[in-house]
């Protein structure tokens, strides 16, 4: 990887102290700017689209050349500047602390248990000099309960060996970041999907954890989805594969990178030895779909990029108004791909995409906000969601998944099931994809990606993305299931009645999380945060309201009394019918076969 006499960029990373939550990190540059080099530490992780300032867990920071202090000014909130060595053969070394007690995939998260960091959060960039080599070791910490740590990380090896501590190595600092590090005592297992070998790393304590059950599944759904992208070849895009998870009391959420991916979950949702019923529950489900949506990024953003991530600039937003078709698609696909790797069946999978049809009809957002524009202002909106969300945003996830399903379903209808919306995901993966990090490739623009799906289908989608995509209305799923089999119910229980609003829970107490447009809070004039307290003189806790409701009809006009902030305040309201909505898709015959999309197309 190393040319002869090029000089690498060299990191070291130790757990300095596991009680308060620090690395020590230190960065040697061998050849630095002859005008005072610039370090700076990203503001955001890629695949989490939100300044996140990481620069902020910085705690003390230093530099030093041949034993010497050098002067250090820092240029903004994440960038500083060292000034200019009088030996300009000397070598400069950066030394920092870094805080990390941020137990979520993005950041990095250090203590006695474990340490697990994205390079994101603990890796300045050497301004200038991002495409040398960079090599990083990775030390034990120093501690008695480091003693039988390991290390699980898909970065290569350099002189340290499989899940060892010692010396890694990337071809850059891209390449760098994006092989996140987990160590610590983890459960490990081993798979081979169409030949490339694939680690689970489970940190936590997880009693009878079915690591032999985990890896079958996973394999199912590694190997489906690499013969989705190559189907001749079946060649994974990489060398070696990572699943790495923390499991907790109570947790979700995934990142992804181009080898590996990092997640949370709640330990009652991976399977246990113990289980007499072999059956996947709904969260062992979740779970697989989380790694299934993770792994499909393998390919589409990690590889398959929107022209605004290629490159990306890791110091300001960058926006792109195509993450429905990144994120939305991923999310039509991945628990599509349970289905196809033969983990669920049809009635399973119906069930859940009905879930997701009810999920995107309940807000009013979906008629102010389009999925290009929510995908736009991820930065601002979507990342950073307030009480009022469901009344002004849509999800580019949710919307994004069923608007894959539509196109997918629009694509299959107009070719007699010649062509679907796999043709266009394989087409994409062989443009852009297939040679991003080998052959220099670049990223797909709107434009091209509009055209593409005239391209396959041999028809006209412009009005469909006017409508759907550019444009707010409802996508028009019912009609389009009809040529393959299957029904489209709305099943809402209307005459359940509700304050429609989001609850949540204050200790014992019943707080309002959300109010919905037009509903019978809002037009009682509850807002968002008051405290519950009584319906008709009668107490309202966390739990209690459906069962105090009960006893009334749509219709009725109750007292409700609530506290905002430290005011009691009495409301009128009038009960009306609870508007979630109730989705179902079924076959119209048992057990018939649907040629839609849980079949791959012909081609």
């Known amino acids: 990887?190393?040319?002869?006499?090029?000089?690498?960029?060299?990191?070291?990373?130790?757990?300095?102290?596991?009680a308060a939550h620090l690395f020590h990190v230190s960065v040697t540059v061998a050849a630095p700017a002859e005008g005072g080099q610039i370090f700076a530490l990203p503001a955001w992780i890629p695949g989490s689209y939100m300044i996140?300032?990481?620069?902020?867990?910085?705690?003390?920071?230093?530099?030093?050349?041949?034993?010497?202090?050098?002067?250090?000014?820092?240029?903004?909130?994440?960038?500083?500047?060292a000034a200019p060595l009088a030996d300009r053969r000397a070598s400069l070394t950066v030394h920092y602390e870094v805080y990390a007690w941020d137990l979520s995939v993005r950041a990095a998260h250090l203590d006695q248990n474990h340490g697990f960091f994205n390079g994101t959060s603990v890796f300045?960039?050497?301004?200038?000099?991002?495409?040398?080599?960079?090599?990083?070791?990775?030390?034990?910490?120093?501690?008695?309960?480091?003693?039988?740590?390991?290390?699980?990380?898909?970065?290569?090896?350099?002189?340290?060996?499989?899940?060892?501590?010692?010396?890694?190595?990337?071809?850059?600092?891209?390449?760098?970041?994006?092989?996140?590090?987990?160590?610590?005592?983890?459960?490990?297992?081993?798979?081979?999907?169409?030949?490339?070998?694939?680690?689970?790393?489970?940190?936590?304590?997880?009693?009878?954890?079915?690591?032999?059950?985990?890896?079958?599944?996973?394999?199912?759904?590694?190997?489906?989805?690499?013969?989705?992208?190559?189907?001749?070849?079946?060649?994974?895009?990489?060398?070696?594969?990572?699943?790495?998870t923390m499991a907790v009391g109570d947790g979700y959420g995934g990142l992804e990178h181009r080898a590996s991916t990092a997640l949370i979950c709640n330990r009652n949702d991976l399977p246990t030895t113990s289980a007499k019923n072999k059956d996947i529950s709904d969260g062992y489900l979740q779970y697989l779909g989380l790694?299934?949506?993770?792994?499909?990024?393998?390919?589409?953003?990690k590889r398959i990029k929107p022209a605004a991530f290629a490159p990306y600039n890791l110091q300001v937003e960058n926006y792109s108004p195509l993450l429905w078709l990144f994120e939305g698609f991923t999310s039509y696909y991945d628990d599509l791909m349970l289905v196809r790797a033969g983990l669920i069946a049809e009635p399973a999978y119906f069930k859940l995409l009905g879930k997701t049809v009810g999920s995107v009809l309940r807000g009013s957002g979906r008629t102010k906000q389009s999925v290009a524009d929510s995908s736009f202002d991820a930065w601002g909106k979507y990342y950073r969601q307030d009480e009022n969300a469901p009344n002004a945003i849509i999800s580019y996830y949710t919307k994004g998944s069923l608007i894959g399903l539509a196109l997918d379903l629009s694509i299959r209808a107009k070719t007699g099931g010649e062509k679907s919306l796999d043709d266009v995901m394989r087409t994409l993966?062989?443009?852009?994809?297939?040679?991003?990090?080998?052959?220099?490739?670049?990223?797909?623009?709107?434009?091209?990606?509009?055209?593409?799906?005239?391209?396959?289908?041999?028809?006209?989608?412009?009005?469909?993305?006017?409508?759907?995509?550019?444009?707010?209305?409802?996508?028009?799923?019912?009609?389009?299931?009809?040529?393959?089999?299957?029904?489209y119910n709305d099943?809402?229980?209307?005459?359940?009645?509700?304050?429609?609003?989001?609850?949540?829970?204050?200790?014992?107490?019943?707080?309002?999380s959300a109010v919905h447009e037009n509903g019978a809070a809002h037009r009682a004039g509850?807002?968002?945060?008051?405290?519950?307290?009584?319906?008709?003189?009668?107490?309202?806790?966390?739990?209690?309201?459906?069962?105090?409701?009960?006893?009334?009809?749509?219709?009725?006009?109750?007292?409700?009394?609530?506290?905002?902030?430290?005011?009691?305040?009495?409301?009128?309201?009038?009960?009306?019918?609870?508007?979630?909505?109730?989705?179902?898709?079924?076959?119209?015959?048992a057990g018939k076969k649907t040629t839609g999309p849980l079949r791959p197309s012909a081609s």
């Not at 990887?1 to 596991?18: E, P, S, W």
């Not at 899940?163 to 990337?170: D, E, H, L, V």
Request: proline fraction near 4%; aromatic fraction near 10%.
């Open 1 to 18: 990887m190393m040319k002869k006499n090029q000089a690498a960029i060299a990191y070291t990373i130790v757990g300095h102290d596991l």
């Open 52 to 81: 996140r300032e990481f620069s902020r867990n910085i705690v003390r920071i230093r530099a030093e050349s041949k034993g010497e202090p050098v002067e250090l000014t820092k240029l903004d909130k994440h960038s500083w500047q």
């Open 124 to 244: 300045l960039r050497v301004l200038g000099q991002e495409e040398q080599p960079h090599v990083v070791d990775i030390q034990r910490p120093d501690h008695e309960a480091a003693q039988n740590w390991r290390v699980a990380t898909s970065l290569p090896e350099l002189k340290a060996k499989r899940y060892g501590f010692g010396t890694y190595i990337a071809s850059n600092y891209d390449e760098l970041i994006d092989h996140p590090v987990e160590q610590g005592d983890f459960a490990l297992a081993t798979f081979k999907a169409h030949g490339v070998p694939h680690d689970i790393v489970i940190t936590g304590r997880v009693p009878n954890l079915d690591l032999a059950r985990l890896s079958a599944d996973l394999k199912k759904i590694c190997e489906t989805q690499i013969a989705f992208f190559e189907p001749k070849t079946k060649k994974a895009p990489m060398d070696r594969y990572v699943f790495m």
């Open 291 to 301: 790694c299934s949506h993770e792994y499909f990024h393998t390919w589409n953003v």
């Open 429 to 487: 993966w062989q443009r852009y994809g297939r040679d991003f990090y080998t052959g220099g490739g670049r990223g797909v623009t709107p434009a091209e990606a509009e055209a593409l799906f005239d391209e396959i289908s041999g028809g006209r989608f412009k009005a469909f993305f006017d409508k759907y995509i550019r444009g707010t209305e409802d996508l028009p799923l019912a009609k389009l299931l009809v040529p393959f089999g299957v029904k």
């Open 491 to 512: 099943e809402r229980k209307s005459s359940k009645p509700s304050f429609d609003a989001n609850l949540g829970r204050d200790g014992n107490d019943c707080k309002l």
């Open 526 to 589: 509850l807002s968002a945060g008051d405290i519950l307290i009584a319906v008709d003189g009668l107490r309202i806790t966390a739990t209690n309201l459906d069962n105090l409701l009960s006893r009334y009809s749509v219709g009725d006009t109750v007292e409700v009394h609530a506290f905002r902030r430290d005011e009691l305040m009495t409301f009128n309201l009038t009960l009306q019918g609870d508007r979630i909505p109730g989705i179902t898709l079924t076959l119209e015959q």
